[in-house]
């Protein structure tokens, strides 16, 4: 089953339901290095059992990552990242029938074969700029895409990034690929402005007060905060200890109008979702 086949599942059409609640979306890295569960899921009963545990909690989409973005990854081969996500988008889709999968890739050809294995949705942490063909890729497939922004790469993002003003830049940024998308066909568009993604503390806090000007594109707006260092340099914390700091930006950035909230942590934003709920927020 191809993503074509999947695109309208009810997960999918959630996302671009304006009247829809909320989705909380689980983070699966599969990857050795990443900044925080690196080495933890990357054999296969590892991997199968935290997507239980995380679509146990309430994940509504499973995101899969094998090319850590964390400041300063290395760099590995797109054969290697190809190999990984395969084999893990097979196997979650044969032992979870019906699971909604995202992957983190901003490389065509990756992206290419995965949907043919199956993915439902493709989360490009470089808003296509780290690989010319990816717009023309996921319009001619018809998939979902997180157009995310960064300055920079991964392994350069943190070297002193710059703005004159963070937000008009990323909300300009986003915009010129929104419109490239947009002229090829494509409208399902989530817009991602890439926390900890090329910013400093200061900045990524600035993204977070104005999170809800970039609703004003009319697509659905993802928050990734989880763990990340900008909330630990606030409060001189590690990784590890991040996870009530994530909670409080989480409860933010859904009031702000995010519609998915990306997570290592899925038990605790359902929990955020729940009571936002009884608010009707």
């Not at 191809?2 to 999918?12: E, G, Y």
């Not at 290395?74 to 054969?79: H, L, N, S, V, Y």
């Not at 070297?159 to 004159?164: G, H």
């Given at each position: 089953?191809?993503?074509?086949?999947?695109?309208?599942?009810?997960?999918?059409?959630q996302i671009f339901d304006p009247a829809a609640k909320p989705?909380?979306?689980g983070i699966l890295n599969i990857t050795d290095d990443s900044f925080f569960d690196g080495g933890k899921y990357t054999e296969e009963g590892q991997w199968l059992e935290q997507t239980k545990k995380m679509l146990a909690e309430g994940a509504d989409i499973i995101d899969i990552g094998a090319y850590s973005t964390r400041p300063g990854a290395?760099?590995?081969?797109?054969?290697e990242e190809t190999k990984r996500l395969l084999e893990v988008t097979v196997s979650l889709k044969e032992n979870f029938p019906g699971i909604t999968l995202s992957v983190d890739t901003f490389r065509a050809s990756v992206a290419e074969k995965v949907v043919a294995a199956g993915a439902d949705l493709i989360n490009d942490i470089s808003g296509g700029t780290m690989d010319e063909q990816m717009f023309e890729t996921v319009a001619r497939l018809k998939v979902p895409y997180v157009l995310m922004h960064i300055q920079g790469t991964p392994q350069t993002m943190q070297?002193?990034?710059?703005?004159?003003n963070v937000v008009a830049e990323v909300l300009g940024m986003l915009q010129n690929g929104l419109k490239k998308l947009q002229?090829?066909?494509h409208r399902q568009v989530i817009i991602d402005p890439g926390l900890g993604f090329g910013k400093t503390v200061e900045q990524n806090y600035e993204l977070m007060k104005n999170l809800e000007k970039f609703g004003e594109f009319n697509c659905p707006v993802l928050a990734g905060v989880s763990r990340k260092s900008f909330i630990n340099k606030l409060l001189n914390i590690k990784s590890k200890e991040a996870l009530n700091g994530t909670t409080i930006?989480?409860?933010i950035a859904v009031q702000k109008g995010a519609k998915i909230i990306r997570v290592h942590d899925v038990k605790e934003a359902r929990e955020v979702l729940t009571i936002l709920n009884e608010f009707k927020v």
């Open positions: 089953m191809t993503a074509q086949d999947t695109v309208f599942s009810q997960k999918i059409k989705l909380i979306m290395k760099d590995i081969p797109e054969a070297v002193n990034p710059s703005y004159k002229e090829l066909g930006l989480n409860t």
